[in-house]
């Protein structure tokens, strides 16, 4: 079937009845699956707020709705993976069930008018609010924002959305994610770490936070990156940045923010000062695909990585072996891998058993 078809075969199946929450991964794996897709969710996205006008008794007309979804979204393309949901979850994702009926009647009106009878009577029933998102170790979760935002969380994650009329916040104290924010000028999106406020419009970035650092890389657009003077992994002091300052609480002192454009990449600590470099996107990204790649890092980084999304977790007693470096491309879920690896390359050798493994020289 084709995207149209697949998504009038969404439509007639919510119609019937309220999804499950089976339904509701099965749905957002559908999202997840391609990028055209994700740009025809974006735009019904963007109609919302024309949407909630109309349905107040607003005159614009759904033929005014129809074309404004047609005009020009080939800019809101985003390349978002499939979550390993069937790793996470005993319950099988269902198959679309088939309409003939009502995919006779509503095929041949095309995708525009489809989606935007979606969006009149389905969105409301559908769309994530504002609040807290957890993630487990080695479980990873697509979240739909209400304003049109994808967040792709990783591992060990924790996400706090904070949205109102006025402005977008949320919170990452710990954990990775992934941000495909939705354009609004009116209401600039601010992420908060424990080292960083990292602002953005419209446009794609990572953010990974370590135990000392945050690490910020944008795959499109630009963002603009403070530096937050006091750390803090609990607590949420939005910022506001304007014209190269920032203005917060007492917890943050007023300093230049650092620019960032597609492509590059910083890391923002406590420690030195946040310098720009190019990003290697596809490694830094590979945690999407459920895939480590180690491009001659540590022994030690190496395990950090893998002790993320595992419950057997690795140790290394040697430091001269932690700090030797490696390099490859492994499965997240597979930490024998890396064992081998280190056993045929660097004569290492484990110990122990259960969920705790040592490796030595």
Same mark, same amino acid.
């Given at each position: ?203 794609? &970035? /990572?953010? !990974? =936070? %370590? ?12 963002? *603009? #990156?403070?530096? +937050? ?76 990585? &893998? /002790?993320? !999304? =595992? %419950? ?12 030797? *470096? #490696?390099?490859? +491309? ?32």
């Amino acid at each position: 079937m084709n995207p149209t078809e697949q998504a009038t075969e969404w439509f007639a199946q919510i119609r019937e009845c309220e999804l499950s929450d089976v339904d509701r991964k099965a749905f957002s794996l559908w999202l997840a699956e391609s990028p055209v897709h994700v740009r025809e969710y974006l735009g019904i996205a963007e109609l919302w707020a024309a949407v909630q006008s109309l349905e107040a008794g607003s005159a614009q007309s759904r033929d005014g709705l129809i074309l404004a979804l047609q005009a020009d979204r080939d800019t809101n393309v985003f390349p978002l993976a499939i979550a390993d949901i069937q790793a996470t979850t005993s319950e099988p994702v269902p198959r679309m069930r088939t309409h003939g009926k009502i995919l006779r009647w509503f095929i041949p009106l095309g995708i525009a008018a489809s989606v935007a009878v979606f969006t009149l009577i389905v969105w409301p029933n559908l769309i994530w609010r504002s609040g807290t998102y957890r993630t487990s170790r080695g479980e990873q979760q697509s979240i739909v924002l209400s304003d049109g935002s994808v967040v792709q969380l990783n591992t060990l994650s924790t996400l706090v959305v904070h949205f109102d009329k006025d402005q977008r916040r949320v919170e990452l104290p710990q954990g990775e994610a992934l941000f495909r924010v939705a354009h609004d000028p009116a209401r600039p999106f601010d992420v908060q770490t424990p080292f960083a406020v990292v602002r953005a419009v419209g446009t794609e &970035f /990572n953010v !990974y =936070n %370590r135990s000392d650092s945050t690490q910020v890389s944008v795959i499109e657009g630009k963002v *603009r #990156i403070a530096a +937050v003077s006091t750390p803090q992994a609990s607590t949420f002091s939005p910022a506001v940045i304007k014209s190269g300052d920032v203005r917060s609480s007492r917890a943050e002192s007023s300093q230049s923010a650092i620019p960032l454009a597609a492509g590059q990449q910083v890391t923002v600590s406590s420690i030195a000062e946040p310098k720009p470099i190019p990003a290697n996107i596809s490694t830094t990204t590979a945690w999407v695909q459920r895939r480590i790649v180690l491009d001659n890092d540590t022994v030690r980084s190496a395990v950090e990585q &893998f /002790n993320r !999304y =595992n %419950r057997v977790q690795i140790h290394v007693q040697d430091e001269e072996l932690a700090d030797l *470096r #490696i390099s490859g +491309v492994f499965d997240v879920d597979d930490p024998s891998a890396l064992i081998k690896y280190l056993e045929q390359i660097q004569q290492a050798h484990t110990s122990g058993t259960g969920t705790g493994l040592t490796l030595e020289r």
